[in-house]
């Protein structure tokens, strides 16, 4: 084979990767785990920190980041906050087009004050959702979120909850697109943020 038909090649494998990169069909270089196919996010209404309805409707344009946990947790929800204000800040200005949102798996104890107090210590644009058993079972049960709450009668706790430590980043469409798994760093899950973002 001579080689100017070996460029010819060459050239043509280019073209065709510029052309199916153009039209979505080579997957974005992701660093959390990415779902085998989009799914669309069954609309939801909860309680915000400040008594206000949340809907996830409402957050169209935007990319939003969710996390189940709680506010009497002892170390996987304050880390993944901690790691939510670093990411937070490695977005610069992209922040202002992200929701990140926390979901209380212990609706018996965390009220929207509570919630607020506890996400507001990370940072002020950080929403923390409550509502009741029926409005969430819906979410926990899309999302696959396992609760399990162990008795703790040594602690003036009472119960501590485990619960799914990954982060779920939804894209501006709606669509359930990625996984972050626990302890992932900031500047991926940062990278990844800004890749669902892109038009």
């Not at 009220?111 to 929403?127: I, K, Q, S, Y």
């Not at 619960?163 to 894209?171: A, E, G, I, Q």
Request: charged share 20%; net charge negative; proline share 7%.
């Amino acid at each position: 084979m001579n080689r100017p038909h070996l460029m010819g090649i060459a050239i043509i494998v280019v073209v065709a990767s510029l052309l199916l990169g153009a039209c979505g069909l080579i997957p974005a270089n992701y660093r959390g785990i990415v779902l085998d196919e989009p799914q669309a996010v069954p609309d939801f209404s909860l309680v915000d920190q400040n008594g206000q309805p949340f809907r996830l409707s409402d957050q169209q344009g935007k990319a939003v980041i969710l996390f189940f946990g709680y506010t009497s947790c002892p170390d996987v929800c304050p880390t993944t906050l901690a790691t939510w204000r670093k990411v937070h800040d490695a977005l610069g200005e992209d922040s202002d087009r992200v929701r990140f949102v926390f979901i209380t798996v212990d609706p018996e104890r965390d009220t929207p004050e509570r919630l607020g107090m506890h996400v507001n210590a990370f940072h002020a644009d950080f929403v923390g959702l409550s509502g009741s058993a029926e409005d969430l079972e819906p979410i926990y049960e899309f999302f696959s979120v396992v609760r399990e709450k162990q008795q703790v009668p040594d602690s003036a706790l009472g119960y501590l909850i485990n619960h799914t430590s990954s982060s779920f980043l939804v894209d501006p469409e709606g669509q359930w697109q990625l996984r972050e798994t626990y302890g992932t760093p900031a500047e991926d899950i940062a990278h990844d943020i800004q890749l669902v973002l892109k038009p």
